[in-house]
């Protein structure tokens, strides 16, 4: 069930939803006690030299690879960093195949992975607060248990300047769909955009970061392309 309330001072979305059968079998991925397992190949389609990661890498380049073209992700998830020591633009990876750089990221911006670290998936809780203004401050939205793939649609704004991870794991999105630019939020507070090292105050959409293997709703897929137009019939003079 969805409710929605979204008002000048505060928007609301709930979602009632049973704990998930893994969690109360203790095969939660991502939770405490957790493996990781990521595979980076260096070419595309896992293809070349590789390197499997279990734990943080700060330079994938010490680890035998010029760069990174494709990954496999065995258990999560991941976040990936454009740059060495977790900086630049970020790449959320879960349990799946990305046989190439636009599997990853559709923001067109960069191809460039060069480190990665493990997310801390903390139970099947999710409660995610946005703010208009920095400092937690002006229109409010509250989000619990559910993706949301326009603010729009659901009467809040694309301005988004602050924001407080109350449980769980998020990620956030420029455009709507789950498109463009990632932030990942992990449980805290993000007092300015500078915080979740944007450049403005945009998202447009946002999900949970959850484990793939059982959770299939919220997972990007990369849409498929769109049919070529049909052979246009000569014409006869």
């Given at each position: 069930?969805?409710?929605?309330?979204?008002?000048?001072?505060?928007?609301?979305?709930t979602?009632?939803?049973?704990?998930?059968e893994?969690l109360?079998?203790?095969?939660?991925?991502?939770?405490?006690?957790?493996?990781?397992?990521?595979?980076?190949?260096?070419?595309?389609?896992?293809?070349?030299?590789?390197?499997?990661?279990?734990?943080?890498?700060?330079?994938?380049?010490?680890?035998?690879?010029?760069?990174?073209?494709?990954?496999?992700?065995?258990?999560?998830?991941?976040?990936?960093?454009?740059?060495?020591?977790?900086?630049?633009?970020?790449?959320?990876l879960?349990?799946?195949?990305?046989?190439?750089?636009?599997?990853?990221?559709?923001?067109?911006?960069?191809?460039?992975?060069?480190?990665?670290?493990?997310?801390?998936?903390?139970?099947?809780?999710?409660?995610?607060?946005?703010?208009?203004?920095?400092?937690?401050?002006?229109?409010?939205?509250?989000i619990?248990?559910?993706?949301?793939?326009?603010?729009?649609?659901?009467?809040?704004?694309?301005r988004?300047?602050?924001?407080?991870?109350?449980?769980?794991?998020?990620?956030?999105?420029?455009?709507?769909?789950?498109?463009?630019?990632?932030?990942?939020?992990?449980?805290?507070?993000?007092?300015?955009?500078?915080?979740?090292?944007a450049?403005?105050?945009?998202?447009?959409?946002?999900?949970?970061?959850?484990?793939?293997?059982?959770?299939?709703?919220?997972?990007?897929?990369?849409?498929?392309?769109?049919?070529?137009?049909?052979?246009?019939?000569?014409?006869?003079?």
């Amino acid at each position: 069930m969805l409710s929605v309330c979204c008002s000048s001072s505060r928007g609301r979305m709930t979602e009632q939803q049973s704990a998930p059968e893994q969690l109360a079998a203790g095969k939660s991925q991502g939770g405490a006690g957790a493996t990781y397992k990521v595979v980076l190949f260096e070419q595309e389609n896992f293809q070349g030299r590789k390197a499997e990661l279990s734990a943080e890498c700060k330079d994938v380049t010490e680890k035998s690879l010029e760069k990174v073209g494709s990954v496999l992700v065995d258990s999560g998830p991941w976040v990936g960093f454009e740059r060495q020591g977790f900086a630049g633009e970020q790449f959320i990876l879960e349990k799946g195949e990305y046989p190439r750089w636009d599997t990853w990221t559709n923001s067109q911006n960069s191809y460039s992975l060069l480190s990665l670290r493990p997310l801390l998936v903390d139970g099947d809780e999710h409660k995610l607060h946005l703010f208009e203004n920095p400092g937690f401050t002006g229109r409010k939205m509250e989000i619990v248990d559910d993706d949301v793939p326009s603010l729009w649609g659901h009467g809040f704004q694309d301005r988004v300047a602050s924001v407080k991870a109350l449980n769980g794991t998020w990620v956030g999105y420029m455009y709507p769909g789950y498109r463009g630019r990632q932030y990942v939020f992990e449980q805290g507070d993000f007092k300015h955009w500078n915080d979740w090292d944007a450049t403005a105050p945009q998202i447009q959409s946002v999900r949970r970061v959850r484990d793939m293997q059982w959770h299939k709703k919220g997972c990007f897929t990369t849409p498929a392309p769109p049919p070529p137009d049909p052979p246009t019939a000569a014409t006869s003079s």
